[in-house]
């Protein structure tokens, strides 16, 4: 079954213990992308990537740090929590020259 | 930038009523539109697309056409059920290799029984 799984799907953590939420895709696919969903301002990208050892900035990158080392995985790297990176956090992967983007089912990220 | 507005939420329903949530996009190039749905405690799942203009995109009785005239395209389902109930976002991607989505700030949707 095609997936995107995230982990954890559920942390509360305190604000600066370094923290890192995972993902992995088993669609081969090259492109891989984290967003962050707040009320009122939808989905926001935070990084992405575009092949292996290939990230770049998205929208709302800062605080955040990410590494593509293998195809399939894409971690979510918060070196330093902060309580305004309480947030749900969504990864998301596609084929580059695809248009249509799967989504991982969420992690939820408390920091307090 | 590319860009993308929904109409404010929440709206509430009740079921078997007719559903229209608006969208209209700002785009340089000749987008893709889509709707995704997130049910409660889920991740985002693509409920339609439209590649082209007058394409119409169709799923689950849910219906939306690309009107690139107008730069719109409205969600639009003939009668609702409980289990609609969901956030709903409209988004766009430009067609091209490596080219980003953009989102909407999704429209909560509650049909009542």
């Known amino acids: 079954e095609a997936q995107v799984t995230q982990n954890p799907r559920y942390l509360i953590t305190v604000t600066g213990k370094k923290l890192t939420v995972t993902c992995s895709q088993n669609?081969?696919?090259?492109?891989m992308s984290w967003y962050r969903q707040d009320p009122g301002l939808g989905l926001r990208q935070i990084y992405y990537?575009?092949?292996?050892?290939?990230?770049d900035k998205g929208d709302v990158p800062e605080g955040y740090k990410v590494s593509r080392k293998e195809k399939r995985n894409f971690p979510l790297i918060l070196e330093s929590p902060s309580p305004n990176q309480t947030s749900l956090y969504f990864c998301?992967?596609?084929?580059?020259?695809?248009?249509?983007?799967?989504f991982g089912e969420g992690s939820w990220l408390t920091v307090v | 930038g590319d860009s993308v507005t929904q109409m404010e939420g929440p709206v509430t329903l009740s079921e078997e009523a007719f559903l229209t949530i608006n969208c209209t996009y700002t785009?340089?190039?000749?987008?893709?539109l889509f709707w995704y749905v997130q049910y409660p405690g889920e991740g985002l799942q693509l409920l339609l697309k439209?590649?082209?203009?007058?394409d119409k995109g169709s799923n689950k009785g849910f219906e939306a056409t690309y009107r690139k005239e107008t730069t719109s395209f409205h969600l639009e389902k003939g009668s609702v059920q409980v289990s609609d109930s969901a956030v709903y976002f409209c988004?766009?991607?430009?067609?091209?290799?490596?080219?980003?989505?953009?989102f909407g700030p999704g429209t909560r949707l509650s049909v009542l029984p």
């Open positions: 669609m081969n696919h090259e492109y």
């Open positions: 998301a992967s596609r084929q580059n020259s695809g248009n249509t983007i799967y």
């Open positions: 988004a766009l991607s430009d067609y091209g290799y490596g080219q980003n989505f953009v």
């Open positions: 785009a340089t190039g000749y987008p893709s």
């Open positions: 990537s575009m092949n292996v050892e290939v990230t």
């Open positions: 439209a590649t082209k203009a007058d």
